[in-house]
């Protein structure tokens, strides 16, 4: 129905950059905050930074500075601009949507299956 697919993931030494995507599509009517979501191995699954539909933004304490979230509505997509990587930043990262299907519906959270970046020191 509704499917989020993340790219951009991969191995990058530490001080290097990355950005990530991740593509909304099928029934959708509107998307509203969309963010972006950590999980290492035996670990919950934190919140790295979040966009509302209007552009508002939120980071974790441990991300200001360093990752930029930002999202393209025409194209239902949102970015993670991550620099100055660090080896604690070793994560799969998810990014999830509050998606609405059809005009008078609720909106639903959904969650992409995830892109690996590995930072080597």
């Known amino acids: 129905q509704v499917q989020l697919v993340e790219s951009g993931g991969g191995f990058v030494q530490a001080g290097g950059s990355l950005r990530l995507s991740c593509v909304a599509s099928?029934?959708?009517?509107?998307?509203?905050?969309m963010g972006w979501y950590r999980q290492t191995p035996g670990k919950q699954r934190d919140l790295v930074a979040s966009?509302?539909?209007?552009?508002?933004?939120h980071y974790a304490d441990s991300m200001k500075g360093r990752f930029t979230i930002s999202r393209d509505n025409a194209k239902n997509t949102v970015y993670l601009q991550m620099s100055g990587l660090k080896p604690e930043d070793t994560a799969v990262y998810y990014c999830?949507?509050?998606?609405?299907?059809?005009?008078?519906?609720?909106?639903?959270?959904?969650w992409g299956q995830g892109t690996q970046v590995t930072v080597s020191s």
């Open positions: 999830n949507g509050q998606v609405a299907t059809w005009r008078w519906g609720n909106k639903d959270t959904y």
């Open positions: 966009i509302t539909d209007t552009g508002g933004t």
């Open positions: 099928g029934r959708i009517f509107s998307i509203g905050t």
